[in-house]
């Protein structure tokens, strides 16, 4: 089973609620955490990969929170999962450098599973959060359409 862990699914739920919320100031932990039934002290670790990554800024203080650093068309879940899992690698030996394939010349798994990696990382690299608001709020299939299209 490929499976993102929950680092990479809680950090997408809270970009997510980051994106609903664009524009609109600083959002606290504690509501995201709460908007979206998650750990508030598990979200608190995860914040800090996806401000290094340039994904979230954060500012203190009374009113503090956390903002989108850029535009949700701007951010794909590719970046959120990349950012707190780091490089997305189904296989060993679909890795980058292929190391943890003993068999690399004989063997018919890279072909495979890089072609398959390949595919996951395009999806998941053209699925913005624009899009996934877009989803939520049930806009048209043409909308969702011109989205796509205009990711170039």
Do not use: H
């Amino acid at each position: 089973m490929i499976k993102v862990s929950s680092k990479g699914r809680y950090s997408v739920k809270a970009v997510y609620e980051l994106a609903a919320r664009y524009g609109q100031g600083p959002v606290a932990v504690t509501w995201i955490a709460k908007a979206q039934n998650m750990s508030e002290q598990y979200l608190e670790q995860l914040m800090p990969a996806l401000k290094r990554a340039g994904i979230v800024v954060g500012m203190r203080g009374a009113q503090g929170g956390y903002m989108l650093a850029r535009e949700p068309r701007e951010i794909s879940v590719s970046d959120v999962v990349s950012a707190v899992e780091g490089p997305i690698s189904l296989t060993d030996c679909s890795s980058e450098d292929g190391m943890g394939c003993p068999d690399m010349d004989t063997c018919v798994g890279p072909d495979v599973w890089s072609r398959v990696q390949e595919a996951v990382i395009e999806t998941m690299s053209a699925m913005t959060f624009e899009m996934l608001l877009a989803m939520q709020r049930g806009e048209t299939k043409r909308r969702l359409e011109q989205l796509i299209g205009g990711r170039g």
